[in-house]
């Protein structure tokens, strides 16, 4: 599965941005998607993650009230919605899929793959 963000940009504290991830590929089996983001001189880490039919979601109590995960089988999409930004989720943001073992995982070692990344930058 080949994965690809788009959304990123500038923008200032506590306006909103949407990060979008498309997969392409071996897209057919279930997988479950999650964003996970990493800042200069920090650890990757874990944001978001939904399961392959969307039951399942979990986001980072760091982001909870403020972030919503959500996918469209459809089109191959997952996106990140983010509001109320603050100046500490300046980060890369990065989508990563993994097959759908019926748990979600925060791990970033437990996801195969990985797009490039998009960079958000909040100001204060």
């Known amino acids: 599965v080949q994965l690809v963000e788009s959304g990123g940009g500038l923008v200032q504290a506590g306006g909103s941005l949407r990060l979008s991830c498309a997969a392409s590929?071996?897209?057919?089996?279930?997988?479950?998607m999650g964003w996970f983001r990493q800042a200069p001189g920090k650890e990757r880490e874990f944001v978001a993650a939904i399961s392959w039919s969307a039951v399942r979601a979990y986001i980072a109590d760091s982001v909870k009230g403020r972030f919503t995960i959500s996918r469209d089988n459809a089109k191959n999409t997952v996106s990140l919605q983010m509001n109320s930004l603050k100046p500490e989720d300046t980060a890369v943001y990065y989508c990563?899929?993994?097959?759908?073992?019926?748990?979600?995982?925060?791990?970033?070692?437990?996801?195969?793959?990985w797009g490039q990344g998009t960079q958000v930058t909040v100001s204060s």
């Open positions: 590929g071996r897209t057919g089996a279930p997988y479950d």
């Open positions: 990563a899929a993994r097959r759908d073992l019926l748990r979600l995982a925060v791990s970033p070692t437990e996801y195969d793959n």
